[in-house]
C-alpha cells in the first residue's frame, strides 16, 4: 500500500486525500476508501496527472457529483478523480449556428441553468433538480420531462488516458435512453451547447414548474441517486416495484422508498451492500412477477464481491 502511494506522490504536487471514504463524495452516501482522491482545478493539470498516472500505471476512475454511482464496501483500488467546482467555467462561444456555450465538465447542472436563465438562453429547463455535473450529465444522457442532454449537446472536449485531448462533434442519434457509445477511459473536459434566446421570466417559470413536480413525486431529505434502474421500453420501473408490492421494502437501511418505487434510499446506516441485496430481492419479484428484467441505471463502482 505505501509503494502505490509514494508512487502517487510522485504524480501529483498539490493536495491528495489518503484513504478518502467515498460515501462523503456520493449521493446514496455509501463506498469504501479510494487509495488516493485528487481534485483537478484546470484543464492544464488534469491533462499532467493523466499522462503520469498513465506513466505510472495507477488505476484511476472519475466522478462528478456522485449522484449515479453506488461505490463498494471495499473502496476503489488507485486514484479517484474528482471534477469539482474549480472546473466549471462556462464561454459563450461565437459561432454561425446560434447562441452556444462552452461548459467545464466539473459545473454543476443547477450553476448551468442559473447562467442560462441569467443570459436568457433556452434549452435546458428540463434539469432542474438533477443534481450531477456536466461531466456525468453528459455520460450519462441525463434527462427528464422529456427533454435529455444530447438535445443541445453539440460536442465535446475529450481527454484520453495518454493526455491527448479530442474535440468530438456530436449529433442526437449518437445517444440512446441514459446512454451513448461512452468512450471508454476517456473524460469528458467539457461540453458545447446549442441553445435559444427566450426571456429570463420565462425560463425561469418553466424550471419552477419542473421543480415543483420533482418535489412532489420524489423522496426529500433521504439519501439516494435518482431513479436506480432504467425504464423498460414502453413501461415504468417505479409502476413495476410498486405494482409487484415493494415499496418500503428493506435490507438494513437500504429501503425501496414508498414515495416513489424506483429510488432506492438509504435511510442512514445502509452500506453498499445492502442496497445490492436489495437491487436483486427487486429484480427477482418483478421478474417473477412481470417476467421483466429491471436493469440498474446507476453504476457500480470499485472492489465488489462476487454476487452469492
Ligand atoms: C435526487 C436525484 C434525482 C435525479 N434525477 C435524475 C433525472 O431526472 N434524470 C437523470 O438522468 N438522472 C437523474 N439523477 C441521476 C444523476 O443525477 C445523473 O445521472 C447525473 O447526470 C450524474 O452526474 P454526476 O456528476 O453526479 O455523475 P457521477 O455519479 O459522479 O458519475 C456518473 C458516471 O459518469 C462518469 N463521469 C462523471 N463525470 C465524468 C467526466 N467528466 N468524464 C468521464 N466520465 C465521467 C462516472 O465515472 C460515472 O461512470 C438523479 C439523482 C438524484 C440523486
New binding site residues.
Partial sequence: MQEIKERIKRCWPGEILWDCRLANF???RVGGPADALIQPGDKASMIRLIGRLHEERIPW?????????VVADRGVDGVVIV?GRAFSAIHELETSEGHCISVE??CS?ARLLHFCSVHSLSGLEF?T????????????????WGGE?SQALLSVELLDNVGNIEKRSLHADDFCY?GWQ?PHG????SGQFLLHHDQESAIRARCQRYARL?AAK?PKGVA????FFRNPPGDAAGRLIEQAGLKGLRVGDAEVSSVHAN?LVNRGKANAEDLRKLMYLVQNQVENQFGVHLHP?V?F?GRWEEQQ
Fill in positions: 456520493s449521493t446514496l476512475h472519475v466522478i462528478g457529483r456522485g449522484s449515479n454511482i471534477l465538465a466539473g447542472l434539469v433538480g438533477i443534481p450531477g455535473s456536466v461531466g456525468g450529465a453528459i455520460m450519462m444522457n441525463a434527462g427528464a442532454i441514459r461512452r476517456k473524460i469528458v473536459i420533482r420524489q439516494n441517486a435518482g431513479s429510488f441505471e453504476l463502482l
